[in-house]
């Protein structure tokens, strides 16, 4: 049993920042996998807080759009927007600022981090492509900044209204609707 100790046996021997060190994870393999599967995908603390954030609007948003290509976090069918919020490690915020990634099983996480990513980009063009408004929200913004948070969403609803208006028919305008996911925040 090199480099552990009969105490630490059924802990996980993980990499280290790269110098060929070996750590081990604190958690055995059953722990670590009750505690990632009690990671919640809905109800979470970040959805309170926007729920409170959009009440502001007096516009209403229903949560947890099943139906839809990544099931958005909030959506207005009327308006044609989905918002979704994404946790800074599940999406790799931080990854890609900074390049802080994760230190235990390093190859795992970034094959992850990655498929996330992609599955991301892949909802945004399927609903862009549906005429819908994807609006993609940091946790961590959304603690931090809702300031901000609030005043992008403030502009793609007034945006979307004004390409209502310009219609007759109800359908929303073609243009930039259709462009790239918006980012609230930083």
Do not use: C
Request: glycine share 10%; net charge positive; charged share 35%.
């Amino acid at each position: 049993m090199h480099g552990r100790s009969r105490k630490n046996a059924s802990e996980i021997p993980t990499s280290s920042r790269g110098d060929g060190r070996q750590t081990m994870d604190m958690f055995a393999r059953g722990v670590r996998s009750r505690i990632m599967r009690a990671v919640k995908g809905r109800g979470t603390g970040a959805e309170a807080k926007l729920r409170l954030l959009l009440a502001q609007f007096q516009i209403r948003f229903r949560e947890q759009a099943t139906e839809l290509p990544g099931r958005p976090d909030f959506v207005n069918d009327r308006l044609r927007i989905a918002l979704f919020i994404d946790g800074d490690f599940w999406h790799g915020r931080w990854w890609r600022r900074g390049g802080r990634l994760p230190v235990a099983n390093r190859e795992y996480w970034v094959q992850k981090l990655r498929r996330n990513r992609q599955r991301d980009r892949t909802t945004d063009r399927l609903l862009r492509r549906h005429r819908w408004i994807v609006v993609r929200i940091w946790e961590s913004d959304l603690t931090k900044k809702p300031e901000l948070v609030a005043e992008r969403i403030q502009a793609v609803l007034r945006r979307r209204r004004r390409q209502r208006l310009q219609r007759s028919d109800g359908r929303p305008a073609p243009g930039r609707s259709g462009g790239r996911a918006s980012r609230a925040a930083g």
